[in-house]
Every structure is written in C-alpha cells, then in structure tokens.
C-alpha cells in the first residue's frame, strides 16, 4: 500500500525564522510529488516535482526531491504569519496506462508566531 | 472565471440515509477528482472523472459511486451512510486528465461539510 509520512506534524516557530517540512513516501511506480498549502479552506498548489536534485522555488518557498532516498522537503525562509497553515505533501503513483490516484500525507501544521 | 462551485455547502444526514453532491467544475476544465478530508485520516483521493469516465479509484467501498456530466459537471453518491463518512468532502478540477495533468494544478472547491448522525 502506498504511503506518505509527513513530519513534524506540527511546528511552531517566530516570524521572520526559517522552517524545513519533511515528506517521505514509499509508492509504486512514482509519477510526481505535490506540496500544497490548506489554510481554512481547500488546499492550494504550491508545487509539483518529479525529478531528482532539482529545485522549484516561487518566493520565500522551494522545494526539492530526492528519488533515491525517497524523499521531499518544503523549505520557507523569513516566514510570516501568512505562512500559517497546514502543509500537504502528495504522491502521484502510475498503475497500469493511468494515474493511481494521490496519496496524501497527514500534512504539516505550521504556525508563525509574530 | 468562476472558481469550482460544491453544493450544498453543509448537509446533515442520518445513518441508513444517501446524500448526494454536486460539483461544477472551472469552465473549460475537463477533469473532476473528488476527495474525503478527515481529522484522522487527512486527505484521501476517492476518484476522478474525465470526459464522462471514471479514470482511477482510491480504496473506498462500493457506497461511494460518482458520474460526471457532458458539461464536466460532476455528482458523487454515498449510499447506506456511517457515522464515519462525516467528512469534508472536496471537489478539485484541472484542464486535463490522466496522467500526470489531473494532479498538476488542480483547483480544489470550497468542499461540501457532510455530518452523519
């Protein structure tokens, strides 16, 4: 069964500091890794990875794979409390012609203390 | 352009009973994914639809059943329902489907808040 582990689950730190979201998984035939951001509503794209080594950055956010360990990271530098929210870290598996679908990780609480 | 729309927003039902709901998706958009949002469970993919066809299923039980419209517009179906299908449940549309385009981008709706009593 696939899976997707998100860590830590929770995390809080100051305005201004810098924060690095783990997300590990172990999947079937990995298509993609997506990160997305819930706030008090329906997630919202932040990224899509799907090669090794190589990062994705839009703002104070990045992001980078590693397909031989497994894994992903979500950095955000100088945060704000904009930044609060829930992390989500997916994975798109390949079954057959088509996608499986996307498992989800538990998600990554952050919140920004002023 | 108007975002993805669910309705009803909220809906209260009984053990036993089936619901129905409804999302439409971005104009132009062909591709209806549907998800349950859980405290425990988090985010779990139930399945998406493409030009009228079910592409890909997650692992729910056969209560949970959908069909998608010519218009994209999309319904999802939970019969017989439990306590534990009190959920969030969320409606994402992107332009395309399949592989990898039905993930990349998706735009997600507001969700539908269903409480089974």
């Known amino acids: 069964e696939d899976k997707v582990v998100q860590s830590p689950l929770s995390l809080v730190v100051h305005e201004g500091d810098t924060v690095t979201l783990n997300c590990s998984y172990e999947?079937?035939?990995?298509?993609?890794l997506l990160w997305y951001k819930q706030e008090k509503k329906a997630p919202t794209f932040l990224f899509m990875l799907?090669?090794?080594?190589i990062e994705k950055k839009s703002g104070r956010l990045s992001s980078i794979l590693d397909k031989k360990e497994l894994f992903s990271i979500l950095n955000i530098t100088a945060t704000q409390t904009g930044d609060s929210a829930v992390y989500l870290c997916?994975?798109?598996?390949?079954?057959?012609?088509?996608?499986?679908?996307?498992?989800f990780g538990k998600g990554t609480h952050l919140i920004i203390q002023p | 352009k108007a975002g993805v729309t669910q309705t009803p927003r909220y809906l209260i039902k009984t053990r036993g009973q089936q619901v129905t709901l409804s999302c439409s998706p971005i104009?132009?958009?062909?591709?209806v994914s549907w998800y349950q949002q859980t405290p425990g469970q988090g985010l779990q993919f139930l399945f998406e639809?493409?030009?009228?066809?079910?592409?890909n299923k997650g692992n729910f039980p056969g209560r949970f059943s959908g069909r998608q419209f010519s218009n994209s517009r999309s319904e999802m179906n939970v019969s017989t329902l439990e306590l534990g299908d009190s959920a969030l449940y969320l409606c994402?549309?992107?332009?395309?489907?399949?592989?990898?385009?039905?993930?990349?981008?998706?735009?997600f709706g507001p969700g539908t808040r269903l409480t089974v009593t």
């Open positions: 999947v079937t035939n990995f298509r993609s």
């Open positions: 799907t090669s090794s080594g």
């Open positions: 997916a994975v798109e598996a390949v079954v057959g012609g088509g996608a499986d679908g996307l498992t």
């Open positions: 994402a549309s992107s332009l395309e489907g399949g592989l990898p385009y039905y993930s990349y981008e998706q735009y």
């Open positions: 639809y493409f030009s009228e066809t079910q592409r």
């Open positions: 104009s132009g958009h062909r591709s």
